[in-house]
């Protein structure tokens, strides 16, 4: 009995696409998961992986366009659309309003900043991990030759090497290719552990000259947010009603997401802030910002060298209760086989949107 009740329940749920025999489907513009042309023609990967599932299970549908993003998941809770997709993310939250397909995609948060770089200074250039690591080396070796030094000179009686301090000046002023200075070797064995002290010394000095001249020519981002921990307290402009809303909120970040009475509904509106000096940075989806930067977006911006962080996955929404979860899932699950020597379907879809760049590793904050 319970069963029937909850089998009527469901096809209850799907009375209105039956009855217009089309699926609603909410979309709310979100390159490059969801695009809206000229003419009011809606391209996307999540539109593409869509309209596959779709032509699969013989669906016939239409999009539902919304300008705000923040209205599709009312827009099923009220029985407006049947469907959503517009990278949406997978949350407790969310799912305790809408359900959601199995995830079809990762993507962490990155930040776009103002693209100013500097050249290091010195002393931003001797603690680079490579210097310093070089260095360690140095000493390291520096006082394994001058103990050896010093055991083999100290018995002779002609050494002027006669104790470890000694032996380290000698070390020393060998490796860095400076001479002998006031102390030199007089056994055979002293003498050879010099020479390749010598040689060792040239490579090494060469080396590290060399990596230096690297790195001060190489320029760096000129922005205090080296990490996000530094997002505390700074201004950043986000879309309204997205979880990068949520994560700048735990972050300890001060999240924009309107401007005046303007609500910020994509990633154009919250560059112009950025663009204003009114915030400090953009925070988003990787991919939309990588996809907006590699697609003609504004050469006076670049993305965080940090790296993206807090990982979460996209989902198609529908309405709890819905029979057509389980016809998607299994259709999400059969774009992605493959056979050897061919891409799935899936990475098709994927890759003629996003290429096989799958986005660099997230770190969970």
Known sequence: ????????????????????????????????????????????????????????????????????????IPGLEQNDIDVAIAGIFITPEREEKVDFSHQYKSAGQTLLLNKHFVSPGLFSIIYQPEIVRA???????????????????????DANVKCFQDGVSLAFANKSTIGWGNFFPVTKVGLALSVVMFFIGT??????????????????????????????????ATIHGTESVATLERLGAIPVSSSGENIIN?????????????????????????????????????????????LQFYGIAMREGDIRRELINRRLLDLRKSVPGRQSKYDQIHNSWFGEYRGQICRQW
Not at 135 to 157: D, G, N, Q, S, T
Request: proline share 3%; net charge negative.
């Open 135 to 157: 260095l360690i080396y140095f000493v390291v070796i520096l006082l394994v030759f001058a103990a050896m030094i010093w055991l083999v000179e100290r018995k002779h009686p």
């Open 266 to 310: 994509s990633i154009s509106d919250a560059i112009e802030l950025l663009k204003k000096g009114t915030v400090a940075a953009v925070c988003f989806d990787a991919p939309v910002i990588e996809y907006y930067l590699k697609n003609g977006g504004d050469k006076h911006f670049v993305e965080w060298q940090g790296g993206q962080f807090d």
């Open 203 to 236: 490579i090494f000095v060469g080396d590290v000259i060399s990596t230096m001249g690297a790195i001060k020519t190489k320029q760096v981002l000129n922005t205090d947010i080296r990490g996000i921990g530094d997002l505390k307290g700074k201004s950043i």
């Open 1 to 72: 009995m319970s069963k029937t009740i909850t089998w009527a329940f469901c096809l209850m749920m799907c009375l209105p696409a039956a009855a217009s025999d089309k699926v609603r489907i909410g979309i709310s513009e979100f390159p490059p998961c969801v695009e809206m042309s000229a003419d009011g023609t809606a391209t996307g990967f999540e539109v593409d992986l869509w309209k596959t599932i779709a032509d699969a299970e013989g669906w016939d549908y239409e999009f539902h366009v919304y300008d705000e993003f923040a209205n599709l």
